[in-house]
């Protein structure tokens, strides 16, 4: 069980650092194309089955044709960003916090595939550049896909969001007149 474990352990860092590295250098080449956030985040969808995780994405048939979107999820663990990358639909970009920024190799290619980065301890400088935001995907037709922070999950239970994120994004939404929708992640553990 302990070799397992440790194969895991290495079988994924060399691989994400082997996405991370190929991946900067290829979206050097279109930095901030919103389609590389689906392309890298499938790829980091590859591992879920490594760690015994299957990813099933209900959608309606005619997803495709909704336009851009917000999409709103509830960030419970760190399996998340295997099983929600693995769903993102293009071109979606996900709103993230700045500090992801300095992770080695992953906060450089979350940037260059054109994911927005905020400022989560300056309140009002965060929500104007989501507004900002907002305003300029809905030109593009470029959905977002948000995380209102969640509480934390032990086990595979959906914890609730916290309200006080949650009605900010609401009332963002409602402003923006974008479609809304609610991207529950379950039973990720």
Request: hydrophobic letters at 45%.
């Amino acid at each position: 069980m302990l070799c397992y474990i440790f194969f895991r352990l290495i079988v994924t860092v060399i691989y994400s650092i082997l996405v991370c590295v190929f991946g900067s250098i290829y979206c050097l080449f279109s930095p901030r194309n919103p389609k590389h956030v689906a392309t890298f985040g499938h790829m980091f969808g590859r591992l879920a089955p490594l760690f015994g995780l299957k990813v099933e994405c209900r959608k309606p048939a005619d997803a495709e044709s909704y336009g851009n979107a917000i999409y709103i999820a509830n960030h419970q663990n760190n399996y998340d960003m295997v099983t929600a990358s693995n769903i993102v639909q293009p071109p979606t970009v996900t709103v993230g916090k700045k500090s992801l920024l300095w992770i080695p190799f992953f906060g450089q290619l979350y940037w260059l595939t054109g994911n927005l980065l905020i400022d989560r301890n300056n309140r009002a400088k965060a929500h104007s550049t989501i507004a900002a935001v907002v305003n300029h995907f809905k030109k593009r037709r470029i959905s977002i896909w948000m995380f209102p922070e969640g509480t934390r999950s032990r086990d595979a239970v959906c914890c609730r969001l916290k309200p006080a994120r949650f009605m900010r994004l609401s009332r963002l939404v409602c402003r923006s007149f974008l479609s809304a929708f609610p991207t529950p992640l379950t039973k990720s553990i």
